[in-house]
């Protein structure tokens, strides 16, 4: 009989449906086990996995493994991923006094144009007529403040409460405005979530409509710190259209199911390249793969920025293109993609009428 080493070889072969990676890559085989009576393969379920795209998996397992030399019977168990933390979580988050809504801006990985998307869809809400905030939460990479401007000083309240500077009728904080361009934040962890902290409840915010939060990429204790600490209205993951950073699509919203934050959508950024002179479309990075992983997690699709370099030029030069160009079509789009994000938010709140 084969070893489990053996199996997931084999497994390697077989593809997770409407992708060419494979379904061990995709981290859904929790465990292989092998006794005489036969083969069992444990797939971990995540709760917005389809049913059909299961049973795909499950007969192509079956049918793989079956087929190996010594194999007498094979079983494949769906087990669903643990429910989200109950209540105690939840009774601990905190509102932002004068802040109607939360969303976070997050990614599975660093190099998707994260900070870009979130600081061109919180000044497109702002263009929609809404009071909003932006918060850096990234204290080792901070980049908002360099997209929006950072030409003065951050005042501070006599009640020590930190003023947050304005630009184009945005509200933003960043850790980059407290050190300088050169210097290294070589914090530990216990520092960095109490600086988060201190820029969630601590910032004299006044009245948002929204406060869009900028996280670090990935899904490590500084992201969870804050979706646990904070009562956030719904998530945004951004991801680019390869293979390889969809996988991070998967955590990210794992991330933000394990706690409780509804995902507002996915965005995919660099989605493809449009050429100024010729207006040829490009797709550098293949395409589509945001729209496709968000069918399969159930999760909406808010669409696609290509790259222009309008985007790259307006991130260097604290002037987004939101702003300097408005009526751009990548400017659209993402005034497009707050406008749903903005209607999702609103039904969602009592006493919403159409």
Partial sequence: MPTPQDILAELKKVRYPGFTRD?????????????????????????????????????????????????????????????????????????IPGVEHVVAVASGKGGVGKSTVAVNLALAMAALGMRVGLMDADVYGPSVAMMVGAGRQVGVTSQRRIVPLKRFGLRYISMALFVGD???????????????????????????DYLVLDLPPGTGDAQLTITQRVVL???VIVTTPQEIALLDVKRGVAMFQQVAVPVLGVIENMSYYLCAKCGHRHEI????????????????????????????????????IVVAEPGHPVSATFKAIAATIIERLARSTPGYQA
Avoid: Y
């Fill in 182 to 208: 050169e210097t290294a934040v070589i914090w530990r962890g216990p520092m960095v979530t109490k600086l988060e902290s201190e820029f969630l409840f601590n910032v004299e915010w006044g009245a948002l």
């Fill in 23 to 95: 379904i061990v890559s995709f981290g859904i085989i929790k465990d292989v086990e092998v006794a005489q009576p036969g083969v069992t393969v444990i797939v971990n379920a995540t709760p917005n996995t389809k049913p059909e795209t299961l049973a795909q998996i499950s007969a192509d397992i079956e049918r793989t493994v079956g087929a190996m030399p010594g194999v007498p019977a094979i079983k494949v168990e769906i087990e669903q991923a643990a429910p989200p933390p109950g209540a105690a979580t939840m009774a601990s988050r905190r509102t």
């Fill in 285 to 320: 990075f293949a395409h589509g793969g945001g729209a496709r992983f968000a069918r399969e997690l159930n999760v909406p699709f808010l669409g696609e920025i290509p790259m222009v370099r309008q985007i790259r030029e307006g991130g260097d030069t604290a002037n987004p």
């Fill in 233 to 235: 209205d719904g998530g």
